[in-house]
């Protein structure tokens, strides 16, 4: 797999074409923000004629638009002064801090404790549910620059990783209500298999079979779905995700994928028949943003193909508030119109993807329509899932507001109270 970051992507721009005005861009971006693609995106996935208003493109390389106007401004006066690249981290470095790089207080209110010491690297985000960031798999095979977590990519101060997976096996044995295990990062499928075994062999243990379900949150099979197919051990990670199977495990594939584009190459199909093969599921998952998704055709297109190809759509999320936010946001009363619009559109088997839902401090609060009770129009909203488990199913209301685009946007309305913390306020603050 040939990796392009930095100048590099700067020359694969170049090469096909690009303005030097882009390019002058793409060197201001990618100085504060990671970008980072592979030969597969750039000549399986990007349609080169329709750059640079391709959705594949949009997603994987910068644009000026990613970042607020002023800091944009500023960073560009220094790389046109030629500022010296100490200059120039510094700057960026304060640039990031801007841009709320943990969002919905996932370096605090997820933390566990473990013998009196936080565990970096785990996070016990539900009750069921804990997710692992393997120290190997902090990175992914192309980044896409919507992600949320896009801070793990740049420098290592607060990076959230965990070093040895003894340390998971012992915080599992003592916390017997953890059912869900989520491999995260990053993306653990950029670990060769050898080492994503030995995170999971030991979750196979019979003291550990409280542990029912394993999930590996991937883009793999979008960005490099030989991983599945081709890799020289390919054939070995669908063994061990059978091996998981056989084991009595369910074994949860959590995909990621964006645009319909991504299900259309013969790798990609034959990768996911492969993954399906092992008794694992697929489920695939995306933010609705706009320059890529921000349409209900793409939605519907998207969910029929994955269940023709065997996969289950699972959740449309709203863009996080971080990062490149500014560019990718989608007001929440147009990101519910495109949802149900979508939904008309297909049978019911695609309709198990739930949306739009945003992923809050409080936990997943879904947008589940725009009713006009007595008089007054509102967002109905309702906790799929929380940190409290007591609040799961809780519903309320919010004015209806056509400006607003996450949680602390909103007002509560007909008496109801939005269960939100400091934490989805926290875009406000910056």
């Not at 990613?66 to 006066?77: D, K, N, Q, R, Y």
């Not at 051990?233 to 964006?258: I, K, N, P, Y």
């Amino acid at each position: 797999m040939k990796l392009y970051v930095g100048e590099r992507l700067e020359e694969i721009a170049r090469g096909r074409g690009l303005p030097d005005d882009y390019l002058r861009d793409l060197r201001v971006v990618s100085s504060v923000l990671p970008f980072r693609v592979n030969e597969y995106v750039i000549d399986e996935l990007i349609d080169w004629s329709a750059a640079p208003d391709d959705p594949i493109f949009r997603l994987t390389f910068p644009h000026r638009d990613m970042l607020p106007t002023e800091v944009f401004a500023s960073i560009a006066g220094l790389h046109d002064a030629g500022a010296s690249r100490e200059v120039l981290n510094k700057a960026a470095a304060q640039a990031r801090a801007e841009l709320n790089p943990h969002p919905g207080g996932q370096l605090e209110a997820n933390v566990p404790v473990l013998h009196g010491r936080p565990v970096l690297g785990l996070q016990h985000k539900y009750r069921e549910t804990v997710l692992v960031f393997p120290s190997q798999g902090q990175t992914c095979h192309a980044y896409c620059g919507y992600c949320f977590r896009w801070a793990q990519f740049v420098g290592s101060e607060t990076r959230q990783a965990l070093s040895t997976p003894a340390t998971l096996e012992t915080y599992l044995r003592e916390h017997p209500e953890v059912t869900d295990v989520l491999f995260t990062g990053g993306d653990p499928m950029i670990m060769r298999t050898a080492v994503l075994r030995r995170w999971v062999d030991p979750l196979l243990a019979p003291d550990l079979e409280h542990v029912a379900t394993l999930r590996f949150g991937t883009k793999a099979l979008s960005y490099w779905p030989a991983r599945f197919t081709e890799d020289a051990d390919s054939d070995d990670l669908l063994r061990l995700l059978e091996q998981c199977t056989a084991a009595g495990r369910h074994v949860a594939v959590m995909a990621h994928f964006s645009h319909p584009r991504e299900l259309q190459t013969a790798t990609v199909q034959r990768a996911l028949a492969r993954v399906r093969e092992t008794g694992a599921v697929v489920r695939a998952q995306a933010p609705l943003v706009a320059h890529v998704n921000d349409n209900a055709a793409a939605w519907a297109e998207l969910w029929q193909q994955l269940v023709g190809l065997g996969a289950i759509p699972y959740y449309m999320f709203v863009e996080r508030d971080t990062g490149a936010r500014n560019y990718f946001e989608v007001p929440l009363a147009r990101a519910l119109d495109i949802y149900v619009d979508a939904i008309a559109r297909v049978s019911g088997l695609a309709r198990t993807a739930r949306g739009p839902v945003m992923s809050t401090h409080i936990g997943k609060v879904l947008i589940d329509g725009a009713p006009t009770i007595l008089g007054t129009k509102v967002f109905a909203l309702r906790l799929l899932q929380a940190r409290d488990p007591n609040l799961v199913g809780d519903q309320f209301f919010a004015r209806y507001d056509p400006t607003a685009h996450w949680l602390g946007d909103l007002e509560p309305a007909l008496g109801t109270k939005i269960p939100c913390s400091a934490g989805d306020f926290a875009d406000a603050a910056t």
